[in-house]
Structure formats: structure tokens, C-alpha cells
């Protein structure tokens, strides 16, 4: 027996067994039954939706001997019809015949009464194709045909068709053909096939089809040539040079590293895979709109393409404003596709002018666990290295053991390299920070926390323009939270001399009450330079791993408590010195008066 491909063979036979276009099936139904069949119809639609399918049912139902149930499939017209053998069914090719001589042919038969059915129906495939005097020739047979006579025509471009033509037909557009309803038929499909496909490969075919019912039955008929007795994802992924989710999210969480030679040397893991370019740019736009959706609703039933896993692997360490940045470049490389003969040039650039756009660091430089063909964890450490690079020039915090029987207590200080002068001098250029009270923080860390900060700290800028709240909007600008709890803020600096100011604690009211008015609630706060909270997050970490946390306490910061005692005692200026000095204990002064 000759082989018969799979959208052939299990084409629709009735209107119950279309997938999808229940608007039109009904419509056509409630025709057909009530005897009010059109003289044309225009079937649009993109390619693979069912317009050929419904109008060869069509053809049945209105030719049909059984007056309930048309198209029954029984009767000697549904039968000579399904066979390609009725002699009253006409299909024609516009594409390749489209003269005005074929037409006029066409137009000498349209007379002739049915030999067979009810009906003589002409059903005209590609009719955009027809020529313009074709189309002329067609035009006063289609406004006035015999009775007897139905024309039938399909466009995926109807665009392209005479008005006069399309406004003497009536119209139905065809919509692509939902995931659902392409998985409930490829079901069907598969139980009459008796073979065995996983759920997830399933759904992927259907993803893979883009809204085509034919093309869905395509992809199925080439995976089970493939695997022919169990189907599974992988398959799938391996024809059509596919990757997962996971490995997708971590391509993106590698971009968000900013290491430019990483982001290249994984996209040629990817090239060697034979990874399907465009299927991998339009995947990502997918994965960051859901990242979008999340942003702004944390609902995961209303996402698309991502899991509730899969969401927590990303959503944590990218903004809506860099998902949209991110989908600007994809969708303008996508662009170039077309034009292109080799789409990954494009590709490139665009990843490229991603990996250039990203400004975070240290919360990127994660990834997820080691999976076939990824990057491994040596790869991951050698990231944290590069990254951990700076300018010889600019002072470091350093660890240093106050009590060297308890590796806990542990503290950072910064110091320059260059002076070691005393804190009374220079305060700024050395303030200490006690690693206690940056683990005690982080011990009590909360990411939703984090990420409400991190929102509200991009409107920062904004107050730079007033002259109260310049300063302290200044010293902010350029850094963001890495790490928030309830009450506490650990911020990232580039350079530590920024970090310094932040600390000094000259400034820090001023700064606490800016960002209590910024964030709506009191936090205190420690600023670290970039490259010293890579080394925090990896003593935290290993503290995590030894089970040597400390208990959470309330937040209290030894860098500020311990010079109290000299700010009380240097609160007054060296004009309100006088004025003391000169009138001793009646001379009062306000809060307001000697604030910085």
C-alpha cells in the first residue's frame, strides 16, 4: 500500500472534526442546514489553518443525499467527493493557472448543469495569484453565476485580491489554530498511529507550528521518523536543533554576567548544537516578556513559556526596563532575518550590543547546575575571577581576624593602601565595617524585599535635580542594592572612594533619612565596592554550607555606634563655638541650625 502522509490522511472529513474555527464552522453549518448557500466565498488565512479543508467539506454538505447529517461520509457524492473522483467538485491551482485564457475556459463550463450532485462547486486555491485580466474575466461570473454554480476562494494573502472581487464574495478569515486545540488533535493522531509520545514533546510540536494544524501533523510525521515507537522532547530538540528552557535562562543570566567572552564562547556551544537561530531569538523574547508579566502581576498561571522554577532562575537578577531593552535588540536583529542569508551575523551583533548594555555584575555571576553541555563549575569560578579584577590604585577591604580562634569574626576594613593615616585626619579615606554586621543582614535576607528596593531605587536620578535632596541623590546615583532585609540595605559601589562617603559618618543621617523617603521605610545601611561583595557572598555561602550562621539580631551598625561620642562632642561649627564660648550656657541651638 502507498504511503499517505499524515496531514493527508487525516484530513478533516466533517465539521466536527476541524481543529479550531468554530466561529466559521457554525456559520457554515447554520447555512448549510438552512438552505442559504452563498454564490462565493473568500476562505483567508495563514497557511496550514484549514480554508482547503473546510471548502472541500463544504462541497460535501451541499451536495450530501442525507438530510440530517451533512456531510455524512455515506452517500455516493460524499464518497466520489473524498475519492477526488467527483465529477462536480472542481479544483484549480491559481498558481499556476492564472491566464486569462484558463479563466475563460472555466467560464464556458460554469453553464453546464451538475452531472452528479446538487451543486457544481469550483474550488479556486491561491487565487492571489490570478492575473489581472484573469481576475477582469472572472468578475461578471462571479457577480452573476448560474444557481447551480458555487465558488469557493482561498488566499493566504488577501491583500492581493481585486476589491471587486473580494466584495462579491462572503468573507471568513481563518485564525491560527490554538496550542490547545493542535494538542487535543495531535492526541487524536496519535492514538489511531499507536505510538508513544511524552506530554512535553507533544506540546513543543504544537509550539513548533506556530498556529498550523498541517504543519503540527508535519512536524510529527518527520519526529516519529526519528523515533518511530516512544517520541520524547529531546528528540525533538536534537531535528530541530532545539534547546531547553533551563539552558535558555541560562544563556540570558550569562548575558546579565557581562563577560563578554563567556556570552561567546556559549553561543558557540549553541552554533555547535545546530541551534535553530530564529527559534532561539523569537524563545528568548518569550522568556523575557513572561519575565515582564511576572514583574508587574506574580502570577505564574498567566505566563506562557516559563514555570514557576524557571522564573525564580531569572526573574530575581533582571528589571522590566532591561527585559525591554533586551527585547528591542532581539526584535530588531529578527528584522534582519529575511534579508539575510546567514540570520546568525545578526544574531551576534545583537548579543553583542546586549552583553554591552548590562550594567550589573555581581548579581549575575550565578549559574545553575552543571547540565549537559553548560558551563561548568570551574568555568563559573573562573567568571567570579575575572570579575574580581581592579584598579591597583584604589583601596581594598580587607579581612582581617580581631580574634583569631573564630573565623566568624571576621571583619572588613577598609584601608588605603597608600596612607594609613589617622581616622581623626582623613575619616572619610578609613572607615571600618564589621563583617558581623554585613552577615547579619544577610542571615535575615529577603528577596522580595530586594527586589522593591531595587524598583524604587531607579526614580534616585530624579532628585539629583533638587537642591535638598542633590547631595545624597549624588553619592547614590551610582550604586544599587545587592542584598535587603527587613530594616537592612548591603549597597554595591564601583569604587570604593564612593563606598567611603556612603559610610562616612558624617553623611550617613542625611543618606538614611533620603532613602527612607525614597524606599517609604527605615533602613540602615553598609556600602561594599562590587568586588568586595563577591568575596562577602562567597564567606557567606561557605558559612551556609558549615551550618555557622549566626542568629539573626536586631540591626545594629558598629562602623556608625562606635563615633557617636565624636559627633556629640564635633556637632558645632567654629561660629557656633564662639558664640559659646562668649556666652556660655544661655546660647541654645536647634536641631535645624547646626544639621548637615
Known amino acids: 500500500m502507498v504511503y499517505k502522509a499524515l496531514y493527508r490522511t487525516y484530513r478533516p472529513q466533517t465539521f466536527e472534526s476541524l481543529a479550531g474555527q468554530e466561529h466559521i464552522v457554525k456559520t457554515l453549518q ?11 466565498y473568500l476562505f483567508c488565512g495563514p497557511r496550514g489553518t484549514g480554508k ?3 471548502a472541500k467539506i463544504l462541497a460535501k454538505a451541499i451536495n450530501c443525499e442525507d438530510p440530517d447529517h451533512k456531510p455524512c461520509n455515506h452517500c455516493a457524492n460524499c464518497r466520489t467527493l473524498m475519492e477526488g473522483e467527483h465529477p462536480d467538485i472542481i479544483e484549480i491551482d491559481a498558481a499556476s493557472n492564472n491566464g486569462v485564457d484558463e479563466v475563460r475556459s472555466l467560464i464556458d463550463k460554469v453553464k453546464y448543469a451538475p452531472i452528479q450532485g446538487k451543486y457544481k462547486v469550483y474550488i479556486i486555491d491561491e487565487v492571489h495569484m490570478m492575473s489581472q485580466g484573469a481576475f477582469n474575466a472572472l468578475l461578471k461570473t462571479l457577480e452573476e453565476p448560474p444557481s447551480h454554480v458555487v465558488f469557493i476562494l482561498a488566499t493566504t494573502e488577501p491583500q492581493k485580491v481585486l476589491p471587486t472581487i473580494v466584495s462579491r464574495c462572503q468573507r471568513f478569515d481563518f485564525t491560527r489554530v490554538s496550542e490547545h486545540d493542535i494538542i487535543s488533535r495531535l492526541h487524536t493522531v496519535i492514538t489511531q498511529e499507536d505510538v508513544h509520545c511524552d506530554e512535553d514533546a507533544i506540546e513543543m510540536i504544537a509550539k513548533l507550528s506556530d498556529g498550523g494544524m498541517r504543519d503540527a501533523l508535519s512536524i510529527l510525521e518527520q519526529c516519529l521518523a526519528y523515533s518511530p515507537h516512544h517520541l520524547t522532547l529531546q528528540d525533538i530538540n536534537e531535528i530541530y536543533g532545539l534547546i531547553s528552557s533551563e539552558q535558555k535562562i541560562q544563556f540570558l543570566r550569562i548575558l546579565l554576567g557581562k563577560n563578554m567572552q563567556r556570552v561567546l564562547q556559549y553561543l558557540d556551544k549553541l552554533m555547535q548544537k545546530g541551534t535553530d537561530i530564529k527559534r532561539l531569538t523569537y524563545d528568548l523574547i518569550d522568556i523575557l516578556k513572561d519575565v515582564v508579566i511576572y514583574h508587574h502581576t506574580k502570577d505564574v498561571s498567566l505566563l506562557k513559556v516559563l514555570t514557576r522554577s524557571n522564573i525564580d532562575m531569572i526573574s530575581p537578577f533582571i528589571t522590566v526596563e532591561d527585559c525591554f531593552l533586551f527585547i528591542d535588540i532581539l526584535l530588531d536583529a529578527a528584522n534582519h532575518y529575511m534579508l539575510s542569508t546567514d540570520p546568525y551575523i545578526y544574531f551576534e551583533l545583537a548579543i553583542l550590543k546586549v552583553c554591552h548594555q548590562v550594567e550589573k555584575v555581581e548579581e549575575h555571576i550565578e549559574v545553575i547546575d552543571d547540565q549537559e553541555d553548560d558551563l561548568t563549575i570551574e568555568e563559573a569560578e573562573e567568571t567570579i575571577e575575572e570579575v574580581k579584577e581592579e584598579d591597583p590604585e584604589e583601596p581594598r577591604i580587607h579581612f582581617v581576624e580581631e580574634e583569631p580562634s573564630s573565623e566568624e569574626t571576621q571583619k572588613l576594613e ?22 558581623e554586621d554585613v552577615l547579619n543582614i544577610l542571615v535575615q535576607a529577603d528577596r522580595r524585599i530586594l527586589n522593591e528596593a531595587r524598583e524604587k531605587w531607579k526614580i534616585i536620578p530624579r532628585y539629583m535635580s533638587n537642591m535638598n535632596t542633590a547631595k545624597c541623590a549624588s553619592m547614590l546615583s551610582g550604586c544599587e542594592p545587592v542584598a535587603a532585609a527587613q530594616g537592612g540595605l548591603i549597597l ?19 543618606v538614611k533619612q533620603f532613602i527612607t523617603e525614597i524606599l517609604g521605610s527605615c533602613f540602615d ?3 561594599v565596592t562590587r568586588t568586595n561583595w563577591i568575596d562577602i557572598r562567597n564567606q557567606y555561602l561557605k558559612l551556609r554550607q558549615i551550618n555557622q550562621l549566626p542568629t539573626p539580631k536586631p540591626i545594629q551598625l558598629s562602623h556608625i555606634e562606635r ?9 558645632l561649627t567654629k561660629s557656633q563655638q564662639y558664640a559659646q564660648d562668649l556666652f556660655g550656657d544661655i546660647v541654645e541651638f536647634t536641631e535645624e541650625q547646626y544639621e548637615h
Open 30 to 40: 447554520n447555512a448549510v442546514k438552512e438552505n442559504r448557500i452563498g454564490h462565493a
Open 52 to 54: 482547503t479543508s473546510v
Open 414 to 435: 577598609v584601608v588605603s593602601e597608600e596612607k594609613e593615616e589617622s581616622i581623626k585626619k582623613e575619616p572619610i579615606d578609613l572607615v571600618k565595617i564589621d563583617f
Open 492 to 510: 554595591s559601589f564601583e569604587f570604593q572612594p564612593e563606598a567611603n562617603l556612603v559610610n562616612y559618618f558624617e553623611n550617613y543621617k542625611a
Open 525 to 527: 545601611f553598609i556600602a
Open 563 to 571: 563615633y557617636k561620642d565624636v559627633k556629640e562632642e564635633n556637632t
